[in-house]
């Protein structure tokens, strides 16, 4: 248990479907963050929050939308998905964006797009 | 830009030392090393941090040179459950901002 939780743990959607994920963090971090894990590809940063303020987007498609309301959560909605976007998709946090800040992972969601 | 390079893969057995050494030629003077463990449909642990010389904490032993330019990450007496893939990254300024950046990582297999 990190202090990270993320539901759904598995999530299965259409090419249409709008579909949501979440994360919640109960560790008092200040950093929230979105990663994309594809198999036998490294982990892709996707967004960062800081302080509740967008800080990065690394040329994600707009197809995926992120929003965190405050500190200890962060969502991730989705619609027009591609199969190829199927991923474990991975939440984490740490206390600030820093230098060497570690960072807490939560469990996933695993993606499957039809 | 950062990069790290590290063995794709490693068998040992239990009760052995094992050691994953991982290269980062182009560190930057200011960077950290570190290193997670990901076990199968979870997220990465962190596991240990160094910046220079040698570090020690509960689960492993992290040994950085002078030059920095390598890392070996040392696992004492592993055990089946030590089975995961372990990755080495370093860090990186890019626009102003810290990033981790995240290698292939390193499949460690520990056999009976």
């Known amino acids: 248990e990190t202090g990270v939780t993320q539901t759904p743990r598995h999530l299965v959607m259409g090419m249409t479907n709008k579909k949501s994920l979440k994360c919640e963090q109960h560790l008092g971090h200040n950093a929230m963050y979105w990663y994309k894990q594809s198999a036998k590809k490294p982990l892709e940063l996707m967004f960062v929050y800081n302080f509740k303020e967008q800080t990065e987007n690394n040329s994600v498609p707009s197809r995926f939308s992120p929003e965190c309301p405050n500190s200890s959560h962060l969502f991730l909605h989705l619609h027009t998905l591609q199969p190829e976007d199927s991923a474990l998709y991975l939440c984490a946090s740490s206390p600030r964006r820093d230098r060497g800040d570690e960072q807490y992972f939560g469990p996933g969601t695993r993606l499957t797009v039809t | 830009l950062a990069k790290t390079t590290q063995p794709i893969s490693m068998d040992s057995y239990e009760g052995q030392e094992v050691n994953i050494t991982c290269s980062h030629n182009?560190?930057?003077?200011?960077?950290?090393i570190t290193w997670y463990q990901q076990f199968p449909s979870q997220g990465p642990r962190f596991i240990i941090q160094g910046y220079k010389t040698k570090v020690t904490n509960e689960v492993a032993s992290l040994f950085i040179p002078a030059d920095r330019k390598s890392s070996t990450l040392s696992l004492p007496r592993v055990s089946l459950s030590d089975t995961a893939v372990y990755y080495c990254l370093v860090g990186d300024i890019m626009d102003s901002n810290y990033q981790l950046i995240w290698g292939a990582g390193t499949k460690l297999i520990i056999k009976p």
């Open positions: 182009n560190i930057a003077t200011n960077d950290y």
